[in-house]
């Protein structure tokens, strides 16, 4: 027990020479700590939201010493790089730090996946909508009590590519929170379009991916396999043998699993066909999933000397762990700029010491990285594996979660969120217009006939026969008087024609065969009069002609008296002939006219009488019942909407 407080003399001096009060509440202290007490406490943080007000006390021992670490590359050129290194030793008089804060995961799961803490599985509603830059959001909300002393609360998570907002709100349930109200917290006064809630229970699995993008969720970090000749990170890479020490820190770490086939956090290795590998290394942490991406189990090239698949998945790591075999364990001679990576921001270097059983611990940070806990111990030595182990990986974790705000870090997860984000929008806007459109349907028809039949026949009944009876005479007698004489009209018409021109056709055929003779005899004479007239016409020519002959000869006085007197006899001859034919012609066409008449007159009334009444009685029903339904549903429907309507909001 001596030789533990021996360890940690020079700052208990220290306390001493500052305070006398210190030096008994350190006796009191040394009479009651075991040596695990000592142990897990020298592993101790200070809580996350003590780091950024307590910063100036920090001192390098705490959180390193910012040193110039210069990568030298093949062909002798130098890239500087700045690194934190951390390695926990004293300087001076500076104070230690506490030494009964517990080891913590800073930004625990509570407060960063509180989709899978609060939401998952729980009554809670999701929206989609766009913001009025039309970005595209997603929004949760659920009322809970957990973690708040079962005083229920809002919980609200706005999902955007800027990452997760999350804030709680109170919860009045007589004065419940609105969406636009709740979007209001959020700086979002106004939307674009909704925000429209989603029912489809499958973008929870959706939303999960989206919070596993903060980065704080499930890790991977590299393990790397060194030996102290070697420096470079090709022949890192290229080391296929191990030893006992690098086995049995890889079951510290966690268990080796299968890849084939392995259903949970793979941590982008292969799982089907075993092209990462047959096995690796995997461990659950404070309910965060780990995949360790182990050099010595990832496929080795014998023709690639750099080992690209091994640095595929290595160099991609935010943390790598470098277990380093070396005699000096104090000193370990690895340095970041022997790694050719600009991704990775962290090294852990893992040293083992034969002697002691014990792991001794250095920390490299690039300079960007937020400061972050727990402080190594000094000295960074852990004699007990399963502290080494926990304090190791609360490092790590806090380490990549600090290191996830980086600019190259936080511009990547951005590009990730927004295309995530606007998939989501368009999957789940078009299945709400789908649903929408299906449900309206269908529960339109469910609903309105369920209340329309019930409501329908308790007022129907009464308004009508009240309304039938007054509209249905009125617009009865002013829509058939129209449409009778409409329809009257079209089809006596109609039919009259059909059925005069038949019988007309059957009575005319039958009297016309007179008409047709007497045309006949109409027209032979007509060409026998213009016949004669041709030939009178022909022979008082030539009769002039000869006239004129014999006037020349005998004399001219007595030719032309003959010839006027014959002239004129002829002329008379005509004039009676043609006047008794007209006269002829004019009592035949008389009588036939007055024949046609007599019989169309006769069938015309037989038949309009019988055809208008028979088509009458047929087109008058269906049109008199066609109009009186449609003005009967007319104003049935008017005033049945207005009383449905009435009493459809009484009884809902």
């Excluded at 991916?209 to 102290?228: D, M």
């Excluded at 006992?244 to 941590?267: A, C, I, N, Q, Y």
């Excluded at 404070?286 to 496929?299: D, K, N, R």
């Excluded at 002959?549 to 009676?576: E, Y």
Aim: one cysteine or more; aromatic letters at 14%; glycine letters at 4%.
């Amino acid at each position: 027990m001596e030789d533990i407080f021996r360890l940690r003399s020079k700052s208990f001096t220290n306390f001493k020479k500052k305070s006398p009060i210190l030096s008994k509440v350190d006796a009191l202290r040394r009479t009651t700590w075991t040596k695990e007490d000592f142990f897990r406490r020298r592993c101790a943080s200070s809580p996350a939201s003590d780091l950024t007000g307590r910063r100036d006390v920090f001192s390098r021992r705490q959180y390193g010493s910012v040193e110039q670490l210069n990568a030298v590359e093949g062909d002798g050129t130098q890239t500087a790089g700045r690194f934190r290194v951390e390695t926990g030793d004293i300087d001076g008089d500076e104070i230690s730090s506490t030494v009964n804060s517990p080891v913590h995961l800073e930004n625990p799961e509570f407060q960063t996946r509180w989709y899978f803490k609060y939401f998952l599985g729980k009554l809670h509603q999701n929206y989609v909508g766009t913001d009025i830059d039309r970005e595209p959001f997603l929004l949760s909300v659920v009322v809970t009590d957990a973690n708040n002393h079962n005083v229920q609360q809002y919980r609200t998570i706005l999902w955007c590519k800027t990452g997760a907002k999350k804030i709680a709100l109170p919860y009045n349930q007589s004065k419940p929170q609105t969406v636009k109200g709740i979007l209001s917290h959020f700086n979002i006064n106004k939307t674009e379009k909704g925000p429209t809630e989603v029912f489809d229970s499958e973008i929870q699995k959706e939303l999960l991916v989206l919070e596993e993008q903060e980065g704080s969720v499930n890790f991977k970090f590299g393990v790397i396999y060194a030996k102290e000749s070697q420096v470079s990170d090709d022949e890192f890479y290229s080391n296929e043998e191990t030893t006992d020490s690098f086995s049995s820190f890889l079951h510290l770490l966690g268990s080796f699993v299968s890849l084939k086939g392995w259903e949970k956090f793979k941590g982008g290795l292969d799982v089907k066909s075993n092209a990462t590998g047959t096995e690796s290394v995997y461990t659950v942490y404070e309910g965060h999933e780990i995949m360790f991406h182990v050099s010595t189990l990832l496929p080795i090239s014998k023709e690639n000397l750099q080992q690209v698949e091994r640095k595929r998945h290595i160099g991609n790591d935010i943390v790598n762990i470098v277990f380093y075999e070396c005699d000096k364990v104090d000193s370990p001679s690895f340095k970041p700029s022997m790694m050719k990576t600009r991704f990775t921001h962290i090294f852990a270097v893992v040293v083992y010491c034969t002697q002691d059983n014990s792991y001794r611990l250095v920390v490299f940070s690039e300079e960007s990285v937020p400061l972050f806990g727990p402080p190594l111990p000094s000295p960074p030595t852990f004699y007990n594996h399963q502290e080494f182990r926990d304090f190791l990986l609360v490092k790590l974790i806090n380490g990549e979660k600090a290191a996830i705000n980086n600019p190259l870090f936080a511009q990547k997860r951005e590009r990730t969120l927004e295309m995530l984000i606007k998939n989501l929008y368009q999957v789940y806007m078009s299945e709400i217009n789908k649903y929408d459109y299906q449900y309206d349907n269908q529960y339109d028809d469910q609903y309105d006939n369920q209340y329309d039949h019930q409501y329908d026949d308790q007022y129907h009944d009464q308004y009508d026969n009240q309304y039938d009876d007054q509209y249905d005479d009125q617009y009865d007698d002013q829509y058939d008087n129209q449409y009778d004489d409409q329809y009257d009209d079209q089809y006596d018409d109609q039919y009259d024609d059909h059925y005069d021109n038949q019988y007309d056709d059957q009575y005319d055929n039958q009297y016309d065969m007179t008409s047709m003779m007497i045309s006949m005899m109409t027209s032979m004479m007509t060409s026998m009069i213009i016949s004669m007239m041709i030939s009178m016409m022909t022979s008082m020519m030539i009769s002039m002609i000869t006239s004129m002959m014999t006037i020349m000869i005998i004399s001219m006085m007595t030719s032309m008296i003959i010839s006027m007197m014959t002239s004129m006899i002829i002329s008379m001859m005509i004039s009676m002939m043609t006047s008794m034919m007209i006269s002829m012609m004019t009592s035949m066409m008389t009588s036939i006219i007055s024949y046609d008449n007599q019989y169309d007159d006769q069938y015309d009334n037989q038949y309009d009488d019988q055809y208008d009444n028979q088509y009458d009685d047929q087109y008058d029903d269906p049109y008199d019942d066609q109009y009186d339904d449609q003005y009967d549903n007319q104003y049935d429907d008017q005033y049945d909407n207005q009383y449905d309507d009435q009493y459809h909001d009484h009884y809902d």
